[in-house]
């Protein structure tokens, strides 16, 4: 009698586990597919295709740099700061051009000039975009002419920094070199919390 009651109870305890068992593993396996969707979201946005909208940016510092060892230090650590995606200090060359415009699927020119120290500094050429997103920058001007001649070709990918340091032009009665350091770069058009458009750098 004790041996087939024994019996029995290991009978209901073995049906009552394989009941249990799928119920034990419902919990883990909802809780384990609920983020499926929302990671599938995160993959999704990251693979979704850049706008290409993107500024074109040309800065131009220009300006005398006197025959002094401290100007000229000066002057070697500004352009390392520029190099760098920092904006000069006050001591360093004065900002004599800038130029952004906002890249259309079309070709376009850019022009301007200036004048600094009783001499023009120009920006001008035509800009391409590439079939592969990049752009093509083709100078027929830039810097202080006579000083600069010839064409100078860039080809600068999004987000993409190039620092020129132009030609200078020697002054007489020992006043120093006119130095002109262009900057051109490729920023992506960006809107702030407000909704207002600014620059931003990837």
Known sequence: MNVNR???IAQIYARKGTREAPARWRIPLLFLALPIPAIAG??????????GNYVLVIDVYSGAVPPDVTQEKEFWLG?????KGQEPDRVWLPKVIHIDHVLPEKDFDIGEQTDADGQKVVVQGHVTRQADGNLKVA???LGRPPAYSGKTELTLAPGERRVLRLPIITQPDNRGNLEAVAVIWTPALGKDQNGHSRFEVH
């Open 42 to 51: 995160q993959l999704a946005a990251a693979e979704e295709p850049d706008n």
């Open 139 to 141: 100078f027929s001007e």
């Open 6 to 8: 024994k019996e029995k």
């Open 79 to 83: 352009l390392e700061s520029v190099k």
